[in-house]
Every structure is written in structure tokens, then in C-alpha cells.
């Protein structure tokens, strides 16, 4: 069946660090790749999502690249602020048969200025 | 627009006791999924619904755990007898996708609420 793989946490970075959290998957056919994000306190966020190989997802300076021949969909960020601690699920979604999220186990973020 | 709606956000209860959660999912999304969040590990889908009709609940454990979407719209899940291993955080998540629309994109994001914290005792 489906499955994500992150790397695990917690990630500790200063302020402005570079930011890169490790996801790889397993699936059948040509996923949809996400990533979600929650806040302390909150629920999911939909951080950004790419739909085919060689799709780069981008939001709020996070962007993360659909690799088909490495299936990976790795999370990037150039320089991180304390606002960014949070913990970053990687998810994919298969074009056939059940449309639920399968998630990867979660990654946790803390930036310290 | 309105998100997800979730109550409560917290319950704790004792073992083999009953709870209820409650949701109601963005206005128009015919999807509705409720996913179980334990703690340290990735949400995990219990049961799918399409409208008023299960799409998939494989994974949910239906000789405690039953859930129904009344009218197409808003949905309840329930466990009864509660054990130990069911804390954990219960989403709730809509997405616009319907059978019949075309192509994915925009249709199929989820969207989550905040989630009912349940403490099993």
C-alpha cells in the first residue's frame, strides 16, 4: 500500500537557517504530493501541494520539488523564522482508488532566534 | 468562508465509557473524512464519506467505533466502549470533490479542523 517516510524530529534551527525536511514515498501510479502544516494549538494547514513530476510546490517561501525518479518531495526554506516552528507532515494522495491523505509520521521544527 | 467545525475540543472520559464527536465540514464539500491522530504519529483515515454515502472505512474499528453523515452534511463519530489506545486527536477534514467533476486540482484539497482531543483514562 501507500507510505510516506519523513525524517525524524525535532529539527532545531536558528533564525534564518536553511531548512530542508526529508520526505519519500511509496505508492502506485502518480500521486498527489502535499504538505501540511501544524501550528501549536491548531489543526492542519495546507502548506503546498504538487500534482505531477518535476511540479514545484511554493508558499510562503517553503517550496518543495515532485521527484519521480527519487520519489521524493522534500521541504525546503532558505532562511526560517521563529514563526515557522511547527510540526510538517508530508502526504500523498493516490489518483486511483481511495482519495484520503496518507500521512507520514510528522516532522517537528524549532527555530530559535 | 467558514473551516471545518469540530466540538468539543477536548473530552476525557473513562475507559469504557462512550463519547461523541461532532463535525461539520466547509459548506458545499461533499467529502467528509475523519482521521485519527495519535500522539507522535501522522493522522490516519478511520472512515470517508461521499455525501450521505461510505466511500471507505477499512480502517475503522466497527465493533467500537461507528460514524454516520446524516443528510449529507454535518457527521458524528462515536466510540463505545472507549479503551486506553483510542486517545488520541480526532480530525475531521471536507474536500469539494464529487463524483462526476472532472480533474482534481482545487476540488480535492482537504481541509482540516482543529480536532477533538479525547483522553481515555
Known amino acids: 500500500g501507500d507510505s510516506v517516510t519523513q525524517m525524524e524530529g525535532p529539527v532545531t534551527l536558528s533564525e534564518e537557517a536553511f531548512l530542508t525536511i526529508n520526505c519519500t514515498y511509496t505508492a502506485t501510479g502518480y500521486p498527489s504530493l502535499f504538505w501540511y502544516v501544524q501550528y501549536p494549538g491548531e489543526g492542519l494547514q495546507l502548506l503546498l501541494k504538487?500534482?505531477?513530476?518535476?511540479d514545484k510546490g511554493s508558499n510562503k517561501g517553503f517550496e518543495a520539488t515532485y521527484r519521480k525518479e527519487t520519489t521524493s518531495f522534500h521541504l525546503e526554506k532558505g532562511s526560517v523564522q521563529v514563526s515557522d516552528s511547527a510540526v510538517y507532515f508530508c502526504a500523498l494522495k493516490g489518483n486511483t482508488g481511495r482519495r484520503a491523505l496518507t500521512f507520514g509520521s510528522g516532522t517537528r521544527l524549532q527555530v530559535q532566534p | 468562508e467558514a473551516g471545518v467545525a469540530q466540538s468539543p475540543r477536548y473530552k476525557i472520559i473513562e475507559k469504557r465509557q462512550s463519547v461523541a464527536f461532532w463535525c461539520n465540514p466547509i459548506?458545499?464539500?461533499?467529502?467528509l473524512y475523519w482521521y485519527q491522530q495519535i500522539l507522535g504519529q501522522g493522522p490516519k483515515l478511520l472512515i470517508q464519506?461521499?455525501?450521505?454515502?461510505?466511500?471507505?472505512d477499512s480502517q475503522l474499528p466497527k465493533d467500537r467505533f461507528s460514524a454516520e453523515r446524516l443528510k449529507g452534511v454535518d457527521s458524528t463519530l462515536k466510540i463505545q466502549p472507549a479503551k486506553l489506545e483510542d486517545s488520541a486527536v480526532y480530525l475531521c477534514a471536507s474536500s469539494l470533490f464529487a463524483p462526476g467533476l472532472a480533474g482534481g486540482g482545487a476540488k480535492n484539497i482537504q481541509y482540516f479542523g482543529a480536532g477533538t482531543r479525547l483522553s481515555v483514562l
Open positions: 459548506s458545499g464539500h461533499a467529502t
Open positions: 504538487a500534482t505531477k513530476a518535476d
Open positions: 464519506f461521499q455525501n450521505n454515502g461510505v466511500v471507505d
